[in-house]
């Protein structure tokens, strides 16, 4: 009992730990890696700052004004999430624009980026033009990673070492003759 006990506090332990590193995970970092763009959507053109284009790796070799240009880079995992998100804001079922997505740097990785935008919207309800930003958010969200390793890990060994030790116990209670089965 005392051991079984002390495997409990241990389990609540790492779950309180694993529930506190998850909240301070959530915390927002503030980051001077977030670029803006504007989109005018009736043309069909976007404008991406100089600190976006910096942050993108693309400082040299300018990113054109196509839309494309920008949504080719985005992981194709992630494209039809970014689509279908862009496209729920568009069309007034969600109240924001905000996206966490994989984007191709210049030097052909990935990297984690947050996107968030605001319409501007004409008299019938219809967007022409969203500005946003684009804050690089990679470290966070190697930090979540590690951060759900560590707890997925924890919970793996606490569970299998409890576990092994009620079959202990249970087999020390049948050796005594304690169960009749």
Known sequence: NWLVRRIRQAIKRAELSAKVEEQNSSIPIRSVDQ?????????????????????????????????????SRIHPEDRSRFDQTLQQYLNQQTSQFYCEHRIQHADRDYIWVLTKGIAVWDKTNVAFQIRGSQTDITVRKAQEQVSYQKREFSQTILHSV??????????????????EE
Do not use: K
Not at 37 to 59: C, I, K
Not at 166 to 174: E, S, V
């Open 35 to 71: 670029g803006t763009w504007e989109w005018d959507l009736a043309e069909n053109l976007v404008y991406f700052s100089p600190r976006w284009q910096s942050m993108m790796g693309t400082h040299n070799q300018p990113i054109g004004n196509n839309p494309n240009d920008w949504l």
């Open 162 to 179: 409890g576990a092994g030790l009620l079959a202990i116990q249970a087999t020390l209670h049948i050796q005594a003759g304690r169960y």
